[in-house]
């Protein structure tokens, strides 16, 4: 295109038309963002009002009680401490040998192709038919303690493991070929170039989908309220099979409370629940930093 073609009206029109989308884009993005900003700070300006009175050294040590000014949270705050622990363990590892298998080692059969179909679909799956399967598999079949953190964690690590497999196979397709054929110019084997040179390169990627499974399993309720997490319980778990509750099960509970009284200890433990949130990402999001490696 010659100089006197960019000059001419019609190509000045098509920028300005260019330009005038892009700043509408802008618009558009910032008003979303602000939009979504300012309803999380309505959620905190609400809960830290109704709440910010009730968190005191009382209310983070105690129990589950029928009297709101004896209950506290450290029970169900210890009870998701455990869940998360057991959902991690089991969730990562397994997730993360899933996707490498199914990118790297697995044959072109159909199937495996049948077996990628299921794991996309079990991402989408309710969260209530993973606690009707946790009830049906650990419970009833396996007779495992019900309420317990053990439970909840396996029913959450079913849940979980579908999305950080999709998050590795798609991490591990974006590493470029001239890193496996670098490895293999060198005399690596298959099994070394995938651990030793992939593996590193998609871990922040697997660690963003492992952020993402572990938020979600740490607010869910349905699945939990299938194998009995919604109990009354007094005392904080001393093991992992003892009964428990979870954070989310509490503020459920507190929340149906007729008690007025509960108002404040449900918006405090929303506020240790968001607290809780945080500092787990915070930690997975420092992990995914530290092992970021650029090429």
Request: a positive charge; zero cysteines.
């Amino acid at each position: 295109m010659s100089k006197s073609d960019w000059n001419s009206p019609e190509a000045v029109r098509r920028l300005a038309k260019r330009h005038a989308a892009e700043k509408r884009f802008k618009v558009i993005g910032l008003g979303a963002i602000v939009l979504s900003l300012g309803f999380l700070a309505l959620l905190l300006v609400i809960m830290l009002k109704n709440g910010l009175g009730g968190l005191d050294w009382d209310f983070l040590s105690g129990s589950d009680s029928t009297d709101a000014s004896a209950a506290g949270v450290w029970g169900a705050a210890k009870g998701s401490l455990l869940t998360m622990m057991v959902t991690l363990l089991l969730s990562f590892p397994m997730g993360v040998l899933a996707a490498i298998y199914l990118e790297e080692f697995a044959p072109k059969k159909k199937w495996i192709e049948w077996v990628e179909v299921s794991i996309n679909n079990l991402a989408a799956v309710p969260s209530i038919i993973f606690g009707l399967l946790g009830l049906a598999v650990f419970i009833n079949t396996f007779q495992m303690p019900r309420s317990s953190p053990l439970v909840g964690g396996l029913t959450l690590a079913l849940m979980t493991m579908p999305v950080i497999v999709i998050s590795g196979r798609n991490a591990i397709k974006a590493v470029p070929p001239s890193i496996r054929e670098a490895a293999y110019g060198i005399g690596a084997s298959k099994v070394q170039t995938t651990f030793h040179h992939v593996l590193p390169l998609v871990l922040p990627g697997i660690l963003t989908g492992t952020i993402i499974g572990m938020a979600r399993a740490l607010g869910e309720t349905a699945p939990l309220l299938m194998i009995g997490m919604r109990a009354f319980v007094v005392t904080p778990p001393d093991s992992l099979t003892a009964p428990s509750s979870v954070l989310p099960m509490q503020i459920f509970l507190w929340s149906d409370e007729i008690d007025k009284a509960f108002v404040q200890n449900t918006s405090a433990a929303i506020i240790v629940l968001l607290v809780f949130l945080l500092a787990m990402n915070g930690i997975a999001i420092y992990l995914r930093n530290k092992f970021e490696v650029r090429w």
